[in-house]
């Protein structure tokens, strides 16, 4: 792809804060128009950076590249940006901030009183419009922070942990938004430690752990190149005929066990290992591995399991039907 197809491009960016490495050489290309994912576990320098995209920190090594060119303030005003961090005035009326952040962007102040309105309606909190930020919930906050960020309507979103804190309607209320800017060119980007989340929204993902890349690209594709990786069982029994240097580690998914098989795992020897225990075995196939499956095998149980966020392993226990 010509520089000009990408949103976002990284090459070898590298910062550090003191004798801690934050982002170790990570090279990252946005394509525009898609949904991407920035992947890992808190602490794995997805928000650091993200600031570095946004001209917040810059790096230590490397650069940092938006729409085509050079990164600068013309370009980062077609950005909206939502920081995992959120902050509003307390004391000035939900109206009153999202006018005056739509004219940061460039936004009228009428166009942008009307927008806001449009969107506090849209999101339940119209009745609050003219209420100080400080009387809202902190969901309530949230969302209007939200609004602020794509009152100007932006070429691309940049959500850092958009659904934190969040019940699961509202959650899908901004998903479906996040889904209509898309629809419409938009780029999104945005860093979360939930998988499932993220395979839902995801066309495209980077996985990072300890600071470093440790996967990335097309999400479909790297589904399909993994399928070898996974093998679903189900079966009544002791599951001790499972365990095997051939297994990384087991989850319970639904009614079936999953098992992260390492690299070249020859998975007809736990078959074998299943019948001459005996094992009644209803299902045993190789499956389309789970983004957490994925990022366990490539990054390692530790590194995924460092965050609550993401889900847990399974404690070994058998698949019985």
């Known amino acids: 792809m010509a520089p000009n197809d990408y949103a976002v491009r990284l090459d070898g960016v590298t910062k550090s804060f003191g004798k ?24 794995s320098g997805k928000t650091t950076t993200i600031r570095m995209i946004m ?27 939502l920081p995992e961090e959120r902050g509003l005035y307390k004391k000035m009326k ?5 006018t005056f952040l739509g004219e940061l962007r460039g936004v009228p102040r009428g166009d942008g009183r009307a927008r806001a309105q449009r969107w506090l309606d849209r999101l339940g909190l119209g009745e609050w419009a003219s209420s100080k930020v400080e009387d809202l919930s902190k969901g309530m906050q949230q969302k209007v922070q939200f ?24 959650q899908d209320v901004l998903e479906e938004i996040v889904m209509e800017f898309h629809e419409r060119g938009t780029t999104i980007l945005f860093s979360t430690h939930l998988m499932d989340q993220a395979e839902r929204l995801c066309q495209s993902v980077c996985l990072i ?10 999400l479909k594709e790297i589904k399909r190149r993994e399928r070898k990786g996974v093998l679903a069982v189900r079966f009544e029994g002791d599951d001790g005929w ?35 225990a005996g094992v009644a075995i209803h299902r045993f196939e190789l499956v389309e591995p789970r983004l957490h499956e994925i ?16 889900p847990a392993r399974a404690n070994g226990q058998g698949g019985a039907s």
């Open 147 to 170: 609004i602020g960020t794509v009152l100007h309507e932006p070429r691309m979103l940049i959500l850092d942990e958009p659904f934190s804190g969040l019940d699961p309607i509202n």
């Open 20 to 43: 801690h490495t934050a982002v170790d050489h990570l090279d990252l290309d946005v394509p525009q128009g898609s949904i991407y994912g920035l992947l890992g576990p808190n602490g």
């Open 94 to 98: 939900v109206v009153d901030i999202l």
């Open 209 to 218: 752990a300890r600071a470093r890349k440790v996967l990335d690209g097309d």
């Open 242 to 276: 499972l365990r095997g240097p051939e297994v990384i580690s087991m989850e319970q998914v639904a009614d079936s066990t999953h098992l992260l098989l390492g690299e070249g795992a020859d998975h007809q020897a736990i078959l074998r290992r299943g019948v001459a």
């Open 55 to 81: 001209g917040i920190l810059h790096p230590d090594v490397g650069s940092v590249g938006m729409f085509g060119g050079d990164l600068d303030e013309v370009r980062r005003t077609r950005v909206g940006y």
């Open 295 to 310: 990022f366990v095998r490539h990054a390692g149980a530790e590194a995924a399991s460092a965050d609550g966020g993401l």
